[in-house]
């Protein structure tokens, strides 16, 4: 008689790459929680004394930034991605964005997004280059606009230090010199870029060939900086920060076209003294700004930050990205 063999049990020595993937931006956010608690107590305290209807019209005008998020990068390709999926991608992006320095999270997970949906990598890459200079476009010309619009919401001269423009400039400067120079040195790099930049300059084209996924495109740019300085124009609000509407929202662009190129996770830190020295710049109290400053950072990332890790373990256990 023949022995009926069964099946063996999977060993559980050992936990899945995936399942440690999934647990590690909750692991990340309790490390930042504890790192940052001075801050977050702060901003909590503020909070209690805000005007209620305010504080929820700001973090109604942040949920509203991951659909201005999705539409953007839904005009960013011409094949069309799956809605939903697309959505809580942006949701999961945000507290990538705050774990990595500014930017990498959310390129790295959109990027990934893009790829399991059947984009090639180079045109994965193109799409995202196209959205990070649409955005970049969109916040600077707004930030212009209303400088032209309003030109007295802020005293520039008053966001840096005495002395500290010259340095800067010859730092970029020199920034651009060695990158030009690594470029005509290295000729595999070279023909990477040009490949690359044919490869964009082409997404950008089918892209602008269809009405709708260029209005996406460059209408969700322009709604994404518009509604978090909306967000900040509420916080102001909710704690009687005495300037006016428009004055805030031109601190709010000013600080974050500041702090693009600071390498801090989420401008964690950077981001809030921006926007403190910008307030306080466009004529706010230094304690009311700080109190804003704090009390939108709660809302706008330390909030939405566990239900974002949550999503991003989950769209990486279920393979998503």
């Not at 774990?99 to 990934?112: F, K, M, Q, W």
């Not at 030109?151 to 010259?166: Q, V």
């Not at 495109?217 to 005495?242: C, E, H, N, Y």
């Not at 600071?262 to 981001?271: D, N, R």
């Amino acid at each position: 008689m023949t022995a009926v063999r069964l099946p063996q049990a999977r060993s559980t020595g050992r936990l899945p790459l995936r399942a440690i993937l999934g647990l590690l931006p909750l692991a990340v956010v309790a490390f930042l929680a504890v790192r940052h608690r001075d801050v977050l107590a702060q901003g909590f305290h503020h909070l209690t004394t805000a005007r209620w209807p305010w504080l929820l019209a700001a973090g109604a005008a942040t949920c509203m930034t991951w659909v201005a998020a999705a539409v953007t990068r839904q005009g960013a390709v011409v094949e069309r991605l799956p809605g939903f999926r697309l959505l809580v991608t942006q949701v999961a992006a945000m507290a990538a964005n705050h774990i990595l320095p500014t930017g990498v999270g959310a390129s790295a997970v959109n990027l990934r997004f893009m790829t399991v949906c059947g984009l090639p990598l180079a045109r994965s890459s193109a799409a995202l280059a196209l959205y990070l200079l649409a955005e970049s476009v969109a916040r600077v010309g707004l930030l212009v606009t209303l400088l032209v619009v309003f030109p007295g919401a802020l005293r520039p001269g008053t966001l840096l230090p005495d002395g500290a423009a010259g340095p800067l400039l010859l730092g970029l400067g020199v920034v651009v010199l060695v990158a030009a120079a690594v470029l005509l040195l290295v000729r595999r790099l070279r023909r990477a870029l040009g490949s690359f930049l044919r490869t964009a300059l082409g997404e950008a084209r089918s892209v602008h060939t269809r009405p709708a996924r260029a209005l996406a495109l460059w209408g969700g740019s322009l709604a994404f900086p518009a509604l978090q300085a909306t967000g900040l124009v509420a916080v102001g609000l909710a704690l009687g920060l005495d300037i006016p509407l428009w004055h805030m929202a031109v601190a709010y662009l000013a600080a974050t076209v500041a702090v693009a190129v600071v390498p801090t996770p989420g401008g964690l830190g950077s981001v809030e003294a921006a926007l403190i020295v910008a307030l306080v710049a466009a004529g706010g109290p230094v304690a009311v700004a700080t109190a804003v400053v704090l009390a939108y950072r709660i809302i706008t990332v330390w909030l939405p930050l566990l239900p974002g890790a949550l999503t991003l373990g989950a769209l990486v256990r279920l393979k998503v990205i």
